[in-house]
């Protein structure tokens, strides 16, 4: 059974940081592609990074600079890094696992980032 255990999310100031974590299992985790997407309210999902299995890494352009996604294949987590948040980094953050194929992929519940003053 595939779980996903995320967390770090949660109300920080603009200019602050915080770290989400995404702890799973049920899956060969090593073997997949992890990505973290977030969905803001009236707004559609966006991919804001992904990292290989090998650890090769991708962002959108609105977080290059400031986020940085990385993987503990030990621990079977994935982190996003988030530094000098802006409010429109406000949104529902999710993690997502696909494997190589692009036959099986699995979604976090999500975790809610709120940068406010």
């Known amino acids: 059974q595939v779980q996903f255990v995320e967390s770090g999310g949660g109300l920080v100031q603009p200019g602050g940081s915080l770290r989400l974590s995404c702890a799973a299992s049920?899956?060969?985790?090593?073997?997949?592609?992890m990505s973290w997407i977030r969905q803001a309210p009236g707004k559609e999902r966006e991919l804001v990074a992904f990292i290989s299995s090998t650890s090769s890494t991708n962002y959108a352009d609105s977080v290059k600079g400031r986020f940085t996604i990385s993987r503990d294949n030990a621990k079977n987590t994935v982190y996003l890094q988030m530094n000098s948040l802006k409010p429109e980094d406000t949104a529902v953050y999710y993690c997502y696992a696909r494997s190589a194929s692009g036959v099986s992929n699995y979604w976090g519940q999500g975790t809610q980032v709120t940068v406010s003053s």
């Open positions: 049920g899956f060969t985790f090593s073997a997949f592609f």
